[in-house]
């Protein structure tokens, strides 16, 4: 069971079980991929059955804690040991993790979307291997969650959900003003989570060119759905592309003699600037 009295014990666990694979990581390689690769059989067979039951296999828990101690291990590992054989279990880690995110994107799963979430900016932060998933934190926005317009009038009954021990919110959080409160504590995480994937390129000088696909994407959202979302998820987000924007155009100008690529990505030389930008100054205050 997890709680907000036992999850602290749980990463604890995580922690220490990291630290004693770290002692002798090729004999832990040997040991964690049959582990990953039955994690990745379940996932597989979740997608062929796209049954109820197949998909609790993979919605649970169990499963969960599994691939947020596999992105802490090699987090914690891979980053201190450049030549690590952990180094190859990245990639199909940051697929599973992936796949399961988006096996069920109904807003009832928004808690464990954004639980993994979390999991793979520390792998991608940690490991400094670039994982392209900007369209996948994008895709609560197309949840009638938040397109649809919900009362006004706050539930005696409606209470804040602790997404880091939540999975699967009940349906009475989603329909009436309860849906209301929900809507606005996915719009936040989802900012914040966009705001920390952004975070990790800001030295990047391609950060301009990574940036507006997604800009573009919550401006024109915006534009259709400013009416029905809320001011809260409207302010939130439209201050998010601003300061990207922002940023964008610091980068452009601190790039300027550089050699860089759009393609390459990860071979781009950073930005020599302590400060960071107007991203990180933002995030000060934001995060």
């Known amino acids: 069971m997890t709680s907000s009295r036992t999850l602290p014990h749980l990463n604890f ?27 990745a059989i379940h996932l597989r067979n979740a997608i062929t059955a796209k049954s109820p039951e197949s998909q609790l296999v993979i919605y649970n828990w169990q499963y969960v804690h599994c691939l947020d101690f596999f992105s802490t291990m090699l987090g914690q590992l891979v980053v201190a040991k450049n030549d690590s054989p952990l180094h190859a279990l990245v990639f199909p880690v940051t697929q599973i993790i992936l796949g399961t995110i988006n096996l069920d994107p109904s807003s009832q799963y928004f ?134 924007e922002e940023h964008a155009r610091w980068v452009e100008e601190k790039r300027k003699g550089m050699e860089f690529s759009a393609e390459n990505f990860q071979s781009n030389r950073p930005i020599p600037d302590t400060e960071g930008g107007p991203l990180r100054e933002w995030m000060k205050s934001h995060i």
């Open 111 to 244: 808690p464990l979307r954004f639980y993994l979430t979390d999991s793979l900016l520390r792998l991608s932060q940690e490991t400094g291997v670039q994982v392209d998933f900007a369209q996948t934190l994008l895709q609560p926005l197309d949840s009638p969650l938040l397109t649809t317009a919900h009362p006004k009038k706050k539930s005696e009954k409606a209470v804040l959900i602790d997404f880091n021990v939540t999975l699967k919110v009940s349906s009475s959080d989603l329909p009436g003003s309860a849906a209301r409160i929900y809507r606005d504590q996915v719009a936040s995480r989802l900012e914040s989570s966009l705001t920390q994937y952004f975070n990790l390129y800001t030295l990047n000088p391609a950060f301009p060119e990574l940036a507006t696909p997604s800009v573009s994407a919550i401006r024109e959202w915006i534009e259709k759905n400013g009416d029905n979302c809320g001011s809260k998820v409207r302010r939130s987000l439209t201050g998010l592309v601003d300061k990207l």
């Open 13 to 39: 666990l995580k922690a220490t079980l990291s630290e004693l694979f770290g002692t002798f990581d090729i004999i832990a390689s040997q040991h964690m991929f049959p582990y990953i690769r039955q994690v």
